[in-house]
């Protein structure tokens, strides 16, 4: 939706390095932040959320920052492998019940 | 679990025509919501439901209709096809009923309109 932004709309990556997605989003309200990973064929998987009480929250090689003032939240994959190719959507949670996503990134890791 | 369920899996509609894709869940969620997904624009909502009975618009209502008899099933109706409804639709449930817990999406259906 067009009150979430995230970049870059593609991102290729040699395996072993790291991947890092950025969203900014317009509702200064929102409170939860999800990313979803969608592999070919199949619907989107939740892989990590944060909410706004949090700044920072880790996973294995999955990490998301949030910054509330800047209102923007990132997603930092760690040790790439080429199973974490697909395509990446952050969330934000609008007023009400809304959750609004961003266009999505396509991350390629290649070995 | 099934999960969230989505049939059919395809479809082909001609221009006019209508239908229905179904959406059913077995988690006991109150969420349940409708997403279409175009190439470069994501993820837009068009209905959601915070519970049986009650139902109300996203993003991008128009063209589509929806109703909430039962906590289960969420069937999504196109009354009459248009050209631009062609997309992957996806139907996800999430536990609490204020969109602030992980949604659960089915596989989709991927419906051509000629």
């Known amino acids: 939706g067009e009150n979430v932004e995230q970049h870059p709309s593609t991102l290729s990556v040699q395996e072993g390095d790291s991947a890092v997605i950025k969203c900014t989003y317009s509702?200064?309200?929102?409170?939860?932040f999800p990313w979803y990973k969608q592999e070919l064929g199949k619907g989107p998987q939740l892989i990590i959320d944060?909410?706004?009480?949090?700044g920072e929250k880790k996973d294995q090689r999955i990490a998301v920052t949030l910054n509330k003032t800047a209102k923007h939240f990132s997603l930092h994959i760690t040790e790439t492998q080429p199973e974490d190719s697909a395509v990446y959507f952050c969330?934000?949670?609008?007023?009400?019940?809304?959750?609004?996503f961003g266009k999505g990134t396509s991350l390629l890791v290649t070995p | 679990n099934a999960g969230v369920t989505q049939t059919p899996k395809f479809q082909v509609l001609k221009t006019g025509q209508s239908m229905t894709l179904q959406c059913a869940q077995d988690?006991?969620?109150?969420?349940m919501s409708w997403y279409r997904q175009d190439p470069g624009m994501g993820l837009r909502l068009i209905h959601y439901?915070?519970?049986?009975?009650?139902?109300d618009q996203g993003e991008v209502p128009n063209g589509y209709n929806v109703s909430r008899s039962t906590t289960e099933d969420f069937p999504l109706r196109l009354l009459s096809a248009a050209p631009s409804q062609t997309s992957v639709y996806f139907c996800?449930?999430?536990?609490?009923?204020?969109?602030?817990?992980?949604?659960?999406f089915g596989n989709g259906t991927r419906l051509t309109v000629t």
């Open positions: 996800a449930s999430s536990e609490r009923g204020r969109g602030n817990s992980p949604l659960h």
């Open positions: 509702d200064s309200a929102s409170n939860y």
């Open positions: 944060i909410r706004s009480n949090v």
């Open positions: 439901s915070v519970g049986a009975g009650i139902t």
């Open positions: 988690m006991n969620h109150e969420y």
């Open positions: 969330a934000a949670l609008l007023a009400g019940y809304a959750l609004n």
